[in-house]
């Protein structure tokens, strides 16, 4: 079983930046795709970001893309997240998530761990 922790998350003005991070206790973390997902209050949780097992792949919901950016560091068992021009929209929990499938996945429910999520707050 994977832990996945995140931290990073904070409040920040509209246009600022904030990099998330999810640590993973398994060494075998090099075996999952790992995704980002937010839910913001009152709205179902969506995809966000997603990179494969070693990195080749990203993509990104059409809200973010060109703003954040994904990566992995498979030497440190650690997921990033890069959100720059950050929106008040993007204000959310932000959880990430680790899937044992071999193909590339957006949908929660394809992802088998998560972590409890880390809050994002940008003030209109």
């Known amino acids: 079983q994977v832990q996945l922790v995140e931290s990073g998350g904070g409040l920040v003005q509209a246009g600022g930046s904030l990099r998330l991070s999810c640590a993973a206790s398994?060494?075998?973390?090099?075996?999952?795709?790992m995704a980002w997902f937010r839910q913001a209050p009152g709205k179902e949780r969506e995809f966000v970001a997603l990179?494969?097992?070693?990195?080749?792949?990203?993509m990104y919901a059409t809200s973010v893309k060109g703003r954040f950016t994904v990566s992995r560091d498979n030497a440190k068992n650690t997921l990033y997240l890069q959100m720059n021009s950050l929106k008040p929209e993007d204000t959310a929990v932000y959880s990430c998530?680790?899937?044992?499938?071999?193909?590339?996945?957006?949908?929660?429910?394809?992802?088998?761990?998560w972590g409890q999520g880390t809050q994002v707050i940008v003030p209109s």
């Open positions: 990179v494969s097992k070693i990195g080749a792949t990203t």
């Open positions: 398994q060494r075998t973390y090099g075996s999952y795709g």
């Open positions: 998530a680790a899937t044992r499938r071999y193909s590339v996945v957006t949908t929660d429910y394809e992802y088998d761990y």
